[in-house]
Nanobody, 122 residues
Framework: QVQLVESGGGLVQAGGSLRLSCAAS????????MGWFRQAPGKEREFVVAISWSGGSIYDSDSVKGRFTISRDNAKNTVYLQMNSLKPEDTAVYYC???????????????WGQGTQVTVSS
């Protein structure tokens, strides 16, 4: 089992930045590719970005390309999501997830955190 805990969410003005963290426990994070997803009220969970176990491959969605950066520190068992140039449409609950596979489909991911709220005001 892998337990994931997100942190770093909050309220920010449009154009601002936030850095989310996802701390893992239970098993070494290096065994997993990691993804960030988000879910806005009334919408389906949406893929944001994923990073391979080594950090060598990154897969990001068009909606955040050039604004969001995923990174990981396997020694600290932590994954990060740096979010810059935030827009009101980025408002959502953000979730990190772990998978032994790879991809953008939520069903691919085995473990999920509880989520952290990000609110971007206009």
């Amino acid at each position: 089992q892998v337990q994931l805990v997100e942190s770093g969410g909050g309220l920010v003005q449009a154009g601002g930045s936030l850095r989310l963290s996802c701390a893992a426990s239970g098993r070494p994070l290096r065994n997993y590719a990691m993804g960030w997803f988000r879910q806005a009220p009334g919408k389906e969970r949406e893929f944001v970005v994923a990073i391979s176990w080594s950090g060598g491959s990154i897969y990001d969605s068009d909606s955040v390309k050039g604004r969001f950066t995923i990174s990981r520190d396997n020694a600290k068992n932590t994954v990060y999501l740096q979010m810059n140039s935030l827009k009101p449409e980025d408002t959502a609950v953000y979730y990190c997830a772990a998978t032994t596979g790879w991809g953008r489909q939520p069903a691919t991911y085995d473990y999920w955190g509880q989520g952290t709220q990000v609110t971007v005001s206009s």
